[in-house]
């Protein structure tokens, strides 16, 4: 069941949203580690807007960050096991699982295609600017997660697009 949310809730989530996701996406750039601080907060303020705007949706929401975790800690695993290299920071999953608590399920996706979209532009960027070997430089993935976030929350809350499972 949603609840009437007033333009100033979501002005003041989206505004904390934003200062969260800077602040991961400067921190990972700088040392390529997303502090658990950081991801805290990023979940808990998506949980209390979701509290706040949701009447009963929490504890989907809880199961669906949680089964966004163990998808995104299994591709970790299995792309570990098979090149024996971590191509996913732990720090990643958890702000994947953190993401899950804004956004519908649905747009999970979307939140992927334009994290790994973004992601890869970047690293062709890189590759023209500085030559091949730039392909093979580690690149902080949190924020292109921050960016998937980001637009998918904007599409949700501002586009109109609400396909949530939840709402």
């Known amino acids: 069941m949603t609840i009437a949310v007033h333009p100033s809730l979501v002005l003041a989530a989206?505004?904390?949203?934003?200062?969260?996701?800077?602040?991961?996406?400067?921190?990972d750039f700088r040392r390529q580690i997303i502090p658990d601080g950081f991801n805290l907060a990023l979940a808990g303020i998506g949980l209390v807007y979701q509290m706040a705007t949701q009447a009963d949706g929490l504890p989907a929401?809880?199961?669906?960050?949680?089964?966004?975790?163990?998808?995104?800690?299994?591709?970790r695993r299995g792309h570990f096991l098979m090149t024996g290299r971590i191509g996913l920071g732990l720090g990643d999953v958890k702000m994947l699982a953190a993401a899950a608590c804004w956004i519908s399920p649905l747009l999970l996706?979307?939140?992927?295609?334009?994290?790994?979209?973004?992601?890869?532009?970047?690293?062709?960027?890189l590759v023209v600017a500085t030559g091949p070997a730039a392909a093979k430089a580690r690149v902080a993935f949190g924020p292109f997660i921050a960016i998937g976030l980001g637009c998918s929350w904007a599409l949700e809350q501002f586009a109109g697009l609400d396909m949530g499972l939840l709402g």
């Open 14 to 27: 989206t505004i904390a949203l934003a200062a969260v996701l800077a602040a991961i996406s400067i921190a």
């Open 109 to 125: 996706p979307v939140l992927l295609f334009v994290a790994s979209a973004s992601a890869l532009l970047f690293v062709g960027g």
């Open 61 to 75: 929401r809880l199961l669906f960050a949680a089964a966004t975790f163990a998808a995104a800690w299994l591709i």
